[in-house]
């Protein structure tokens, strides 16, 4: 607290050289005290300029964890290696100046339910404009004008900015969360379950607005999700986690009508589809990993109906597909899915 | 859980510092308590014997905490009080609890006008000071140890009956009530096999609190020298008969039994709040 | 005797000024399974907890097997003979499962309650199979358990009444994708071999597909459409059914004329 707040920008600080995402995590390992194997695994992941990545994944799998990381967000007590940059710095090894500065200024985040996470006791206005002037990287009547400004692009009116928490409706509440988290300017956004609380058509209109924003801001999205629907539905490129490791990444459309993961392959046909015939599900049987239990080999031999020796014993790369090197899956039978879901 | 404890103000400051401090107030409360169950056994000396020739003697190797104006040792008296200083608070605690849970329960339970009833009828007691009614009422009953007791059972009853009130009505919203009420179980059943349970461990660390502050009222009667009759050894009595022995210089038989009730009450109180710490802590 | 398991005529039910449950009717026959779809505030959960009897109805009525279902039972060989038409599975299986009893004590409580004088062990066994439980979880309380383990256990409860009707209140919603396969299975099998008609309380269509014969949509507290599930999916009729249709993600999907869609309804 004794030096002012940080002048520059870390975006400026960027060595074009190092990066050009606005998001790369490389080699991410997170170990939590008492548990017998990482709770993050070897994550590789990066996000462009204005791209829109969603991460999918079951609860416990460490998307949670992972989207975090980009905020320095770690639990107490956690030993991490790998790297997280983000616009090129290295997140991990910030002192808390420039971490306030990165989460003020060049990552924003929102949340699950935004109920939670506004103080009922403060009118929305309070809640827009007090993380930019309390840094003091915006003087009040200017954060005035651009909530304003931002409240009307998420489709609210300024009246909204003297209303509490409580009287207005969850969706309306989740629109003033992303007001919020563009308050900064963010290079990039990070989305968690932010549609899981509420109704099908309430979500449409937030996925609309962000898609919109994004592109108008040109704001780079990681969008962490269960729905591998939505998922699909939204996003340019989709990693796929299980049990602390990235399963399989690549194109949305190319991973999803050919994915080359077992475990994508069985999510997929484990959905309740409208479109799917009628009858019974494809279930997976077996529950994911405990953090309790070591794991050596592929996380998810023990549910995989292709699982072999080898996959109990040997934890598998990720390789990418022979005519696509952005589609990569960390399987040792690949070849064994190739064109068809597999039957499960 | 958002219930609340309910403390008195002085005494809301100590709050279980840490480990330390809440494993010397065990130790403290088990101490006195088992001093007070052996008090017959552990006492050098008849707690009522006079011996006026050795009046207010210093600690001395035959009384180690010396003697007072009348000659009697105050290490015994203090032993044979404790008996009278704990077993008090005691039946004030066990039944304001037992009364307080079962009023409670049923004001949360039912709702209605069963609970305004009971809510509008603990909060006449409530602004009733507890002292002023166990006066009151020993002077109706005269002097014993039942008097007392029960005039603060029925001060101490709301604290009880409040929180429980509160818990019930929490714990009533949860869906695991519903389906007990669904599979056809009966309100008496649920309520006494699956709530009383689960708030059980918050409504004893009200009433372990509890225990502290019935002692100190007690004390308090009994120095005024209302309800335990005058031979009986008391902690409370003991400070009032002390007070003749200050005038001549010798505070020594006074402050003993001070000290034994200013410790006691924070013992209880440090441990009563750091069981209630734990179980705040691990309802998620 | 009425070939319909579960009748609901003309429910009422209002808060405040706010009509949940407006006029709302419905049948569902032995053995079938009927969907009730909506969004929040549609008033579906506070229809069916009007069928369960945690809720009062201003007016209208709940048959089952053509008898009325009282508003309140008096006595206990009432309390359980309400019990045994219509049982319950919540949606939260961390919250509807008391924390301090163990698996089988669960089971063996209901079992006292209905059946006093049957073999228990052998029961709990049968129960414990038929939900895919081993015995192993028998001695385990529900913070050992998983999201998926924990809705097994309250659907082996509730199957230990042998109701006439089970009320599925979103009971896969908080479960994970793969998770809530399994339940989805379970509940088809069980369907299957004990006939007992399903109200499946959802907000998602593809689940209401996946389990349910006949459907009816809601919003904001009445009937909007009802018909064959497979009939109302196929071909919405009511423009709201369509609207909750269109907004279920997928490939070429289109947010923005559904929030288009959704403003102009």
Same mark, same amino acid.
């Given at each position: 607290?004794?030096?002012?707040?940080?002048?520059?920008?870390?975006?400026?600080?960027?060595?074009?050289?190092?990066?050009?995402?606005?998001?790369?995590?490389?080699?991410?390992?997170?170990?939590?005290?008492?548990?017998?194997?990482?709770?993050?695994?070897?994550?590789?992941?990066?996000?462009?300029?204005?791209?829109?990545?969603?991460? =999918?994944?079951?609860?416990?799998?460490?998307?949670?964890?992972?989207?975090?990381?980009?905020?320095?967000?770690?639990?107490?007590?956690?030993? =991490?290696?790998?790297?997280?940059?983000?616009?090129?710095?290295? =997140?991990?090894?910030?002192?808390?100046?420039?971490?306030?500065?990165?989460?003020?200024?060049?990552?924003?985040?929102?949340?699950?339910?935004?109920?939670?996470?506004?103080?009922?006791?403060?009118?929305?206005?309070?809640?827009?404009?007090?993380?930019?002037?309390?840094?003091?990287?915006?003087?009040?009547?200017?954060?005035?004008?651009? !909530?304003?400004?931002?409240?009307?692009?998420?489709?609210?009116?300024?009246?909204?900015?003297?209303?509490?928490?409580?009287?207005?409706?969850?969706?309306?509440?989740?629109?003033?969360?992303?007001?919020?988290?563009?308050?900064?300017?963010?290079?990039?956004?990070?989305?968690?379950?932010?549609?899981?609380?509420?109704?099908?058509?309430?979500?449409?209109?937030?996925?609309?607005?962000?898609?919109?924003?994004?592109?108008?801001?040109?704001?780079?999205?990681?969008?962490?999700?269960?729905?591998?629907?939505?998922? !699909?539905?939204?996003?340019?490129?989709?990693?796929?986690?299980?049990?602390?490791?990235?399963?399989?990444?690549?194109?949305?459309?190319?991973?999803?009508?050919?994915?080359?993961?077992?475990?994508?392959?069985?999510?997929?046909?484990?959905?309740?589809?409208?479109?799917?015939?009628?009858?019974?599900?494809? !279930?997976?049987?077996?529950?994911?990993?405990?953090?309790?239990?070591?794991?050596?080999?592929?996380?998810?031999?023990?549910?995989?109906?292709?699982?072999?020796?080898?996959?109990?014993?040997?934890?598998?790369?990720?390789?990418?597909?022979?005519?696509?090197?952005?589609?990569?899956?960390?399987?040792?039978?690949?070849?064994?899915?190739?064109?068809?879901?597999?039957? =499960? | 859980?958002?219930?609340?404890?309910?403390?008195?103000?002085?005494?809301?400051?100590?709050?279980?510092?840490? +480990?330390?401090?809440? &494993?010397?107030?065990?130790?403290f409360?088990?101490l006195v308590?088992t001093a007070a169950l052996l008090a017959s056994w552990l006492a050098p000396y008849d707690p009522n014997v006079v011996d006026l020739g050795n009046a207010m003697a210093a600690p001395s190797a035959e009384h180690w905490l010396g003697v007072d104006a009348a000659g009697r040792d105050t290490l015994s008296r203090l032993l044979l009080g404790a008996r009278t200083s704990l077993l008090g608070?005691?039946? *004030? *605690?066990?039944?304001?609890?037992?009364?307080?849970?079962?009023?409670?329960?049923?004001?949360?339970?039912?709702?209605?006008?069963?609970?305004?009833?009971?809510?509008?009828?603990?909060? &006449?007691?409530?602004?009733? +000071?507890?002292?002023?009614?166990?006066?009151?009422?020993?002077?109706?009953?005269?002097e014993g140890l &039942?008097?007392?007791?029960?005039? &603060?059972?029925?001060?101490?009853?709301?604290? *009880?009956?409040?929180?429980?009130?509160?818990?019930?009505?929490?714990?009533?919203?949860?869906?695991?009530?519903?389906?007990?009420? *669904?599979?056809?179980?009966?309100?008496?059943?649920?309520?006494?096999?699956?709530?009383? +349970?689960?708030?059980?461990?918050?409504?004893?660390?009200?009433?372990?609190?509890?225990?502290?502050?019935?002692l100190?009222?007690l004390a308090g009667l009994s120095f005024l020298g209302l309800g335990i009759p005058a031979l009986t050894p008391d902690w409370g009595r003991m400070v009032f008969d002390g007070q003749t022995a200050i005038q001549h210089g010798y505070p020594l038989s006074a402050i003993w039994p001070c000290v034994f009730i200013v410790l006691t009450?924070?013992?209880?109180?440090?441990?009563?709040?750091?069981?209630?710490?734990?179980?705040?802590?691990?309802? +998620? | 005797?009425?070939?319909?398991?579960?009748?609901?005529?003309?429910?009422?039910?209002?808060?405040?000024?706010?009509?949940?449950? /407006?006029?709302?009717?419905?049948?569902?026959?032995?053995?079938?399974?009927?969907? #009730?779809?909506?969004?929040?505030?549609?008033?579906?959960?506070?229809?069916?907890? #009007? $069928?369960?009897?945690?809720?009062?109805?201003?007016?209208?009525?709940?048959?089952?097997?053509?008898?009325?279902?009282?508003?309140?039972?008096?006595?206990?060989?009432?309390?359980?003979?309400?019990?045994?038409?219509?049982?319950?599975?919540?949606?939260?299986?961390?919250?509807?499962?008391?924390?301090?009893?163990?698996?089988? /004590?669960?089971?063996?409580?209901?079992?006292?309650?209905?059946?006093?004088?049957? /073999?228990?062990?052998?029961?709990?066994?049968?129960?414990?199979?038929?939900?895919?439980?081993?015995?192993?979880?028998?001695?385990?309380?529900?913070?050992?358990?998983?999201?998926?383990?924990?809705?097994?256990?309250? $659907?082996?409860?509730?199957?230990?009444?042998?109701?006439?009707?089970?009320?599925?209140?979103?009971?896969?919603?908080?479960?994970?994708?793969?998770?809530?396969?399994?339940?989805?299975?379970?509940?088809? /099998? $069980?369907?299957?071999?004990?006939?007992?008609?399903?109200?499946? $309380?959802?907000?998602?269509?593809?689940?209401?597909?996946?389990?349910?014969?006949?459907? #009816?949509?809601?919003?904001?507290?009445?009937?909007?459409?009802?018909?064959?599930?497979?009939?109302?999916?196929?071909?919405?009729?009511?423009?709201?059914?369509?609207?909750?249709?269109?907004?279920?993600?997928?490939?070429?999907?289109?947010?923005?004329?559904?929030?288009?869609?959704?403003?102009?309804?």
């Amino acid at each position: 607290m004794n030096e002012g707040p940080m002048k520059e920008d870390p975006m400026n600080a960027v060595d074009p050289a190092t990066s050009t995402y606005t998001l790369d995590i490389q080699g991410l390992r997170i170990s939590l005290p008492g548990t017998a194997r990482p709770v993050l695994d070897g994550i590789d992941l990066h996000v462009g300029a204005g791209e829109t990545v969603a991460l =999918v994944g079951e609860s416990g799998s460490g998307k949670t964890l992972t989207s975090r990381s980009a905020l320095n967000l770690l639990p107490p007590g956690a030993t =991490v290696e790998g790297a997280v940059r983000v616009g090129g710095q290295d =997140v991990l090894t910030m002192n808390a100046d420039q971490l306030r500065a990165l989460r003020t200024n060049t990552v924003a985040m929102i949340f699950q339910d935004p109920r939670a996470a506004l103080n009922p006791l403060r009118r929305i206005g309070d809640f827009l404009i007090e993380s930019v002037t309390l840094t003091r990287s915006m003087s009040r009547p200017d954060a005035t004008a651009r !909530a304003t400004e931002l409240l009307q692009a998420v489709g609210l009116d300024a009246s909204a900015l003297h209303k509490y928490p409580g009287q207005v409706s969850g969706g309306m509440l989740q629109r003033v969360m992303i007001a919020a988290a563009l308050m900064g300017d963010p290079a990039l956004l990070l989305a968690d379950e932010p549609t899981t609380a509420l109704d099908v058509t309430t979500q449409a209109e937030v996925i609309a607005l962000l898609t919109e924003l994004r592109e108008r801001f040109g704001t780079g999205l990681l969008f962490v999700t269960h729905d591998l629907d939505l998922a !699909a539905a939204i996003s340019d490129r989709v990693y796929v986690m299980y049990a602390g490791r990235i399963a399989e990444s690549g194109p949305a459309q190319v991973l999803f009508a050919q994915p080359r993961h077992p475990y994508t392959a069985a999510l997929l046909a484990s959905t309740p589809r409208l479109e799917a015939p009628a009858g019974r599900l494809a !279930a997976i049987d077996g529950q994911p990993p405990d953090l309790r239990q070591e794991s050596h080999g592929c996380p998810f031999a023990a549910r995989c109906p292709l699982a072999m020796e080898i996959c109990e014993r040997q934890a598998p790369e990720p390789l990418h597909a022979p005519d696509l090197p952005d589609h990569r899956a960390a399987c040792h039978h690949t070849d064994r899915l190739e064109g068809s879901p597999v039957d =499960v | 859980m958002t219930a609340v404890l309910t403390r008195r103000p002085g005494l809301s400051r100590i709050r279980a510092a840490g +480990p330390p401090l809440y &494993l010397i107030c065990l130790a403290f409360v088990a101490l006195v308590t088992t001093a007070a169950l052996l008090a017959s056994w552990l006492a050098p000396y008849d707690p009522n014997v006079v011996d006026l020739g050795n009046a207010m003697a210093a600690p001395s190797a035959e009384h180690w905490l010396g003697v007072d104006a009348a000659g009697r040792d105050t290490l015994s008296r203090l032993l044979l009080g404790a008996r009278t200083s704990l077993l008090g608070p005691l039946g *004030v *605690v066990v039944f304001s609890t037992l009364a307080g849970v079962a009023v409670g329960m049923a004001a949360g339970w039912r709702g209605g006008w069963l609970d305004s009833v009971l809510s509008r009828s603990t909060e &006449l007691v409530f602004a009733f +000071p507890g002292m002023l009614l166990a006066i009151l009422i020993i002077a109706v009953y005269g002097e014993g140890l &039942l008097a007392p007791v029960v005039a &603060l059972s029925i001060a101490y009853l709301p604290y *009880v009956s409040r929180l429980t009130r509160s818990l019930v009505l929490a714990e009533r919203k949860r869906p695991y009530v519903n389906a007990y009420q *669904v599979q056809g179980h009966s309100a008496l059943q649920i309520c006494l096999r699956h709530i009383l +349970p689960n708030i059980a461990p918050v409504v004893l660390a009200q009433s372990t609190i509890n225990f502290g502050y019935a002692l100190m009222d007690l004390a308090g009667l009994s120095f005024l020298g209302l309800g335990i009759p005058a031979l009986t050894p008391d902690w409370g009595r003991m400070v009032f008969d002390g007070q003749t022995a200050i005038q001549h210089g010798y505070p020594l038989s006074a402050i003993w039994p001070c000290v034994f009730i200013v410790l006691t009450v924070v013992a209880f109180n440090v441990v009563g709040e750091r069981w209630a710490d734990h179980v705040a802590r691990r309802t +998620p | 005797m009425s070939e319909h398991v579960l009748e609901a005529v003309g429910l009422h039910r209002a808060f405040a000024d706010v009509r949940a449950v /407006d006029d709302v009717s419905f049948t569902l026959p032995e053995g079938g399974s009927l969907g #009730i779809v909506g969004e929040s505030g549609s008033g579906k959960t506070t229809t069916a907890r #009007i $069928i369960v009897g945690l809720e009062r109805a201003d007016a209208g009525q709940v048959r089952v097997r053509g008898r009325e279902r009282g508003a309140r039972s008096r006595g206990r060989a009432q309390r359980l003979a309400r019990a045994r038409e219509v049982q319950m599975v919540f949606q939260d299986p961390y919250l509807s499962l008391d924390p301090r009893t163990s698996v089988e /004590d669960v089971l063996r409580e209901t079992l006292r309650l209905h059946f006093p004088r049957t /073999d228990h062990d052998r029961r709990v066994r049968e129960l414990l199979d038929q939900v895919g439980l081993g015995t192993r979880a028998a001695d385990a309380r529900p913070r050992q358990l998983s999201g998926g383990q924990r809705q097994r256990v309250a $659907i082996a409860r509730v199957l230990a009444v042998e109701p006439a009707v089970l009320v599925l209140d979103e009971a896969v919603a908080a479960l994970d994708v793969s998770v809530q396969a399994q339940i989805l299975n379970l509940l088809a /099998d $069980i369907r299957e071999e004990t006939r007992i008609g399903y109200l499946f $309380i959802t907000h998602d269509l593809g689940v209401v597909r996946c389990v349910t014969d006949e459907v #009816i949509v809601m919003r904001q507290g009445r009937v909007v459409e009802a018909g064959p599930t497979a009939e109302v999916l196929a071909a919405p009729q009511h423009p709201y059914t369509r609207l909750l249709l269109e907004s279920v993600p997928r490939p070429g999907w289109d947010p923005e004329a559904i929030a288009a869609a959704r403003r102009a309804l």
